[in-house]
Each structure stands twice: as structure tokens, then as C-alpha cells.
């Protein structure tokens, strides 16, 4: 076993002044200006109890030496190509079942020290207490001859010279995106590159506008869904209605373990409008009263809901008042072999419930909007299936879902779930069609009842 310190401040800066030969009370400062507020989270919040950490000097990370070759090679500030990675756990002697995950630390003279990725194990972390629904993927890491697994979803922090908001979050996205789903992974040194649509001189940065945000994902052939927030209308049914659909993007987005990229327009101190990019990960619940965001910079953390840091729960009201103001769009990500968008499968359901025999009663359930869609992968699908009690179920039931168990499916499929007195109805249906095929595109010709939800959120050994 490896034996570790307390995590505080006062430990962490004197292991750091001798790794990093600055003073010790200019390190506190920027520690404590720059670094331990922003990893509030990992610690519970407020809630935090003891946490233990060990450092890993000489760590190789790719997005630091990008950022040295394509910029800071040039300047003369000096800087490691190596960074400090730091390993939590919640007991001193690490394990898989106590890692908490880890950050690393850029080495250059000004800041002395600056974050760079979070890799938190998202299964380990609580807010006020609160379990957190986020999507992960399986990491591996080695730690002095020990292999340790854990979910993670990782976090890229900007250094706002050539990298600021919108570049950080399409790294982090597109890492996960990769490690999840096979999807092309964007660098750092590949990113000038990727767009022509207004550009100007490079660094630093002004960051990407949504143009140029969409050139870079088409460019490395991730596909995407791109909607922005329309308030022509003065009219407050019509705002409302848009503001609805935005949120019903986001949460199938989130319920298909998939990010979403917003965009919005903060006034800040000086009250000069600033536009923004942030990701939602996950939500608290499956109840989706709050939304997890990561804010890789603070900033609407800080002007818009009052609060430190760079991760939080955040509520529908306070997103819907932001989004609400204008300027605002959403980015999802969206897996190539789909060919039924979201309103399309909503129109399909619905028009399913109402016209076949019987369905009366699971109609008027999803008008009430107890209503959950995702893009699920099949062998998912096919293994949440395999565990429903099929003990009271008719032969013709078993049937059914032995067909759907036994037939070829596309790589995803459009999983619909309705709340249903005290079950859960679904239907799965074939995103492969084209929105104007008049075929049944529903894989189950009977709704099958489970009494327990699928989630793509959580945290499967």
C-alpha cells in the first residue's frame, strides 16, 4: 500500500515549495487564490472530511506540451514540459475503493503553478451530501506498481492565452467523447487549424464563436446538433416554448451520456456583456432538478449564481434566466448512424400512444411529461432487458422480449420511457429510418413494463 498525507493547504504547500523552489508564502497565495477553491468539489464542499493525497512530480500530459509548442516556446516565460499529478483518496492508503481521482499542475513562472486537468472519480464525489447523476467513462492509472480503475469525467482548465472557455470544453468534451465512444479526440495543436471562418490573429486567444466552434467539430467528423435560443417574437407563450425545447435538448443529450455544450452572455463586474461556453454533465437526480456544471474558468459560477469554483449544481430557473437574456445556443454532440432526431421520435411516440388500440392510459401518463428519451447503445438495451422479472409476465410477453434479445439492432437505438403508475413503459425504436419513412419504427410491437429505470449515469462496475 501507499502511504499518504492530509490533504490541506499547509501540506500541500510544503511538499510544493520543495518540488516547485518558490517562497512559501508566495505559493500559499496563489494555492489559495488559484487552486483550492476550484477543488471545493472534490472535497464535499463545505461537508468535506479528511482527504489524502500523493504527488507524482515528472507526468507527461499532452494538452501542456501542445500548449508549450504552439505558444509558450515562443515567449520567455519559463515552463516544464512535465506536470505534477496529484492522486486523492479518502483514506491514507490507496485503493479503487477509496481513489478520488486526480489533477495535475503546470509548472511555469507566472502564475508559479496553474491547474490543469481534473480527473475526479464522479462515483466518490457528493455535493452538500447530494449524490451526483454524471456521465463517465473507465480510467485506468498506475500508481506505484498498483493499477487503479475508476469513472471519471475530465476536466480541462483554460489558461486563457491559448486556450480559453470554448477550446477547453471542446478538449475535455471530445477526451470523453473518445474514451466513451470511440469519437475523434481534438488537440490542442490541432485546433488553429480547424476553422477559417473569421479568424484572426491567434494567440492570445479570443476564443471561438459558434461558427467557428461547429468548423472545428466537422472538421474532426464529430457530428452535432446546433440550437440557439430565438426571442424574435416579444411574445411569452413563444419565449416559453423555446426555452422548453432548449431544456429538452439538454436532458436528452445528458440522459444519452452525452455533454452539451451552452452558450450564453454574462454581464461582469464592470457590466460588459462576456460570452461564455460551460458544460452540463450530468444532473442530481433522476428527477432532473439540477444540472452539473462545469465552468472551466468560474465565470458564470461566479456572476450569475454566487458561487466558487469551477463545478456546481446548478437549477433549471437559474440556467432558464441566463439562457433567457439572448445570445444563447446549445451544442450536442449526436452519434453519426442517427437519422431520427429528437422532435422526430417525440412525434413518432406520440403519434404511437394515440392511434394504437390500448395505449389510452399510458397516453395520458406522457402527456403529464413523465417522459425519458436517450440514444442507447443496443448491448446495453439488450442487458437492461435481460434483467427485467419476467416472472409475471404473459407467454406472449416473454416472446416479445425474447425477439428483441435474439434480432440484430442498430448501434443505437432511441429508448422512450414513461412513467406509468408505478412502473416504467418503453418503447425502443430504429433511429435509422429517415424522418419521413411511413415503416413502424418501433423495435417492440408491445410496451414492455419494468418496474426499475435504465441510466446511463451511473457508475456500472
Known amino acids: 500500500m501507499v502511504l499518504m498525507k492530509e490533504f490541506n493547504v499547509s501540506n500541500f504547500v510544503d511538499d510544493l515549495s520543495v518540488i ?51 505558444h509558450y516556446i515562443n515567449t520567455s516565460y519559463h515552463c516544464e514540459s512535465s506536470v505534477i499529478r496529484v492522486h486523492l483518496s479518502l483514506d491514507n492508503k490507496i485503493s479503487s475503493q477509496t481513489y478520488v481521482g486526480f489533477f495535475t499542475l503546470r509548472k511555469i513562472d507566472e502564475p508559479r503553478i496553474m491547474l490543469s486537468y481534473i480527473y475526479p472519480s464522479w462515483e466518490k464525489i457528493k455535493n452538500n451530501n447530494q449524490k451526483l447523476f454524471v456521465m463517465t467513462y473507465k480510467k485506468r492509472v498506475h500508481i506505484m506498481g498498483e493499477q487503479i ?8 482548465v483554460q489558461d486563457n492565452i491559448t486556450v480559453a472557455c470554448a477550446q477547453a470544453d471542446i478538449i475535455a468534451m471530445t477526451n470523453y467523447l473518445h474514451n466513451k465512444f470511440d469519437y475523434n479526440k481534438i488537440r490542442i495543436s490541432d485546433l488553429s487549424d480547424s476553422y477559417s471562418v473569421g479568424k484572426t490573429k491567434i494567440y492570445p486567444t479570443n476564443g ?138 417525440v412525434s413518432q411516440l406520440n403519434y404511437q400512444l394515440q392511434h394504437v388500440t390500448g395505449l389510452n392510459k399510458i397516453n395520458e401518463a406522457s402527456k403529464k411529461g413523465k417522459v425519458r428519451y436517450a440514444l442507447v447503445d443496443n448491448r446495453i438495451i439488450k442487458k437492461f432487458i435481460s434483467s427485467i422479472d ?72
Open 20 to 70: 516547485c523552489n518558490i517562497k512559501q508564502s508566495q505559493l500559499r497565495a496563489e494555492v489559495e487564490k488559484y487552486i483550492w477553491p476550484r477543488l471545493d468539489f472534490l472535497t464535499n464542499g463545505k461537508n468535506k472530511g479528511k482527504i489524502f493525497y500523493l504527488i507524482d512530480n515528472q507526468y507527461v500530459e499532452t494538452e501542456w506540451k501542445d500548449m508549450i509548442s504552439v
Open 208 to 345: 471561438l464563436n459558434p461558427l467557428q466552434m461547429s468548423q472545428v467539430f466537422n472538421t474532426f467528423d464529430i457530428p452535432i446538433r446546433q440550437k440557439a435560443f430565438d426571442k424574435k417574437q416579444d411574445n411569452e407563450k413563444y419565449i416559453q416554448q423555446e426555452l422548453d425545447s432548449i431544456r429538452d435538448y439538454i436532458n436528452y443529450t445528458i440522459e444519452s451520456a452525452i455533454p452539451v455544450l451552452l452558450g450564453i452572455s454574462i454581464k461582469d463586474k464592470d457590466g460588459i456583456n462576456r460570452k461564455h461556453i460551460i458544460q452540463l454533465i450530468g444532473h442530481s437526480s433522476q428527477t432532473r432538478e439540477q444540472y452539473v456544471i462545469y465552468d472551466d474558468s468560474g465565470f458564470f459560477l461566479k456572476y450569475v449564481v454566487d458561487k466558487d469554483g469551477f463545478v456546481a449544481l446548478v437549477s433549471w430557473k437559474e440556467l432558464e434566466e441566463i439562457i433567457n437574456k439572448g445570445s444563447s445556443f446549445i451544442i450536442c454532440p449526436i452519434h453519426e448512424k442517427v437519422y431520427l432526431y429528437y422532435e422526430d421520435i
Open 390 to 461: 419476467n416472472n409475471k409476465r404473459t407467454q406472449y410477453e416473454k416472446n416479445e422480449l425474447h425477439k428483441i434479445l435474439s434480432m440484430g439492432l442498430p448501434h443505437y437505438v432511441w429508448y422512450c420511457e414513461i412513467k406509468y403508475e408505478e412502473s416504467y413503459v418503453i418503447y425502443i425504436a430504429d433511429p435509422t429510418y429517415s424522418r419521413e419513412t411511413s415503416k413502424n419504427i418501433f423495435i417492440n410491437e408491445l410496451p414492455i413494463y419494468s418496474d426499475k429505470q435504465l441510466s446511463l449515469l451511473g457508475y456500472i462496475k
Open 149 to 156: 480503475e475508476f469513472f471519471t469525467y475530465p476536466l480541462f
